[in-house]
């Protein structure tokens, strides 16, 4: 399976397979790399598979390349694009940095320049997707946490790194309380303070904040995440995970698969 898609643009079938060759050479296997000969084209093409980076030329019969990129972006399609173009039509280039583009490529095209540019929106589509994870995986007690920034009470900070380094462990109060010296009923008054939340709650948020970024970012198995998350049995881990959002592991894993492939 490839793990990402890049969609060539141009009506010019020479250009269009000259783009290929050298992007699937530079790819090895790696990626997919496929092409449209016009706006029609790429419009379907786009919406059969999901688009990381889009090379279109901006002249082109029909649908131009600057009325293609609007129909994207209408559509809320998001590749990383880059536009092709001649010297002639270089005039186009701020309208399509308004388009969202991120490279310009000007005819004729180097393989290190071309490279070079599809390398630059492989680094953005990395950036985007790892922005994408973080919205879908946060809890917003959590954040709230970050935000009430607890670091001024240096046994709670020491208490919550000490969680957070440990989810995959048995966690109990008194084993986090041994370690900043603290007695266990003064750090559960202390924790309730300054993180808002009790030792548990925080602990179970966390693990489940945890298993989240794993069903999101890999394949593991349910039980394996449960396992690295801190749970014992899947059957526990699938309850608790059900408590706090709504659905089961497996579901979310769905859900957030299919809108981010």
Do not use: C
């Not at 029609?40 to 002249?59: F, S």
């Not at 490279?103 to 953005?124: M, N």
């Not at 879908?136 to 009470?153: F, G, H």
């Not at 084993?175 to 709650?201: C, M, Q, R």
Request: hydrophobic share 35%; proline share 3%.
């Amino acid at each position: 399976m490839y793990s990402k898609t890049i969609l060539i643009v141009d009506d010019e079938p020479r250009t269009r397979q000259g783009l290929k060759k050298t992007l699937d050479t530079w790819a090895n296997g790696k990626y997919q790399i496929i092409t449209a000969s016009n706006g029609a084209e790429t419009i379907q093409l786009m919406q059969e598979h999901k688009v990381h980076i889009l090379l279109t030329d901006i002249r082109m019969p029909e649908m131009t390349g600057l009325q293609l990129l609007k129909i994207i972006k209408e559509q809320n399609m998001s590749p990383v694009i880059i536009v092709i173009s001649a010297y002639s039509e270089f005039e186009y280039a701020h309208e399509a940095l308004r388009l969202g583009v991120i490279d310009y490529l000007l005819k004729p095209i180097s393989k290190k320049d071309l490279i070079e540019a599809v390398e630059d929106a492989l680094k953005t589509v990395e950036k985007q997707e790892r922005a994408g994870m973080i919205e879908k995986v946060v809890d917003t007690k959590l954040v709230d946490v970050s935000a009430q920034n607890p670091s001024n009470r240096v046994p709670i900070r020491e208490a919550l790194d000490y969680i957070n380094n440990n989810l995959k462990n048995e966690l109990t109060q008194k084993e986090v309380a041994d370690h900043v010296h603290l007695n266990p009923s003064y750090l559960s008054v202390l924790f309730k303070e300054h993180v808002k939340l009790t030792f548990s709650e925080y602990v179970t948020r966390r693990r489940i904040q945890r298993s989240k970024e794993l069903l999101v970012s890999t394949n593991l198995p349910i039980n394996d995440i449960a396992e690295e998350s801190g749970y014992k049995t899947a059957k526990y881990f699938i309850k608790i995970f059900k408590e706090i959002e709504g659905i089961t592991p497996s579901s979310y894993r769905k859900n957030n698969h299919e809108r981010a492939f």
